[in-house]
């Protein structure tokens, strides 16, 4: 489903699509980002994952993170990126992306970090090294679950977006991340019956980044990087309709604008 315009896209989050995640049209979300979210409420977002999280083979290091935020600032919010590492030529450069890292070990860096932080948003990218491993698929379910629910126990007042794997270009690696896919977006329904506030944002598939998008078989171009950040601007906007978005623990030493 391609939404064109901002009221068709909100009208699509009420269907029940959006339990799975919802298609958009990558090429205007720039122009959507017309007012802020959840009532300007300040975005303390953690950027969680491996290397597609740190922003691997984008021209500028970035990945998707400054898109992504320029789209928030542009209606209004303000923003911190936080996270424990600092990539790209961003203002707001911390992140919490590891390359090479799989779900369980970006859920040993989540334990150290999210308590620091206590971000109000986290977005969750991880498993493609998994993947590429093929490491331990049958587990993939329960360990991204236990990976999910130490999020919630570590910021209680975080609402997570949870991405699908990105295609693939290696036809093994793209076979297990299919496998994990399913896992992962049976665990993110799970939660969501259970009341927990998460999105599933829908990576694989026409909307996310294609072949033609991909600077190697596994990390985006800037092209592919831009319909993430689009992606997860969806998401964002649908938690901003549920009003799941809600003020960030105060944290000593933490602003609000982590581009000041």
Known sequence: ??????????????????????????????????????????????????????GQQSTDGNGYR???????TGGGNLVNMVGSRKGGNMKDNDVEGWPGYRIDQVHEKAISAVPKWKPNVILV???????????NLTTVGARFEDFLLDLYRMSPRASILVSTLILNKNAGTEAAAVRINTEIRAVSQKLRNAGRKLFLVEMHGEDGPRAADMADDTHPNDLGYRKMANLWYAGMIQLSDLRWLEKAEDVAGVPDDGGA
């Open 125 to 135: 990218n991880a498993g493609t090294n998994d993947a590429i491993q093929k490491y």
């Open 1 to 54: 489903m391609i939404i064109s315009n901002i009221g068709s896209l909100l009208l699509a989050f009420s269907s029940p699509l959006a339990q799975h995640g919802v298609a958009v049209n990558h090429a205007g979300m720039g122009a959507r980002a017309l007012s802020s979210l959840g009532n300007g409420v300040p975005l303390r977002i953690m950027p969680l994952g491996a290397s597609i999280t740190w």
């Open 66 to 72: 400054d898109a992504l935020r320029s789209q928030l």
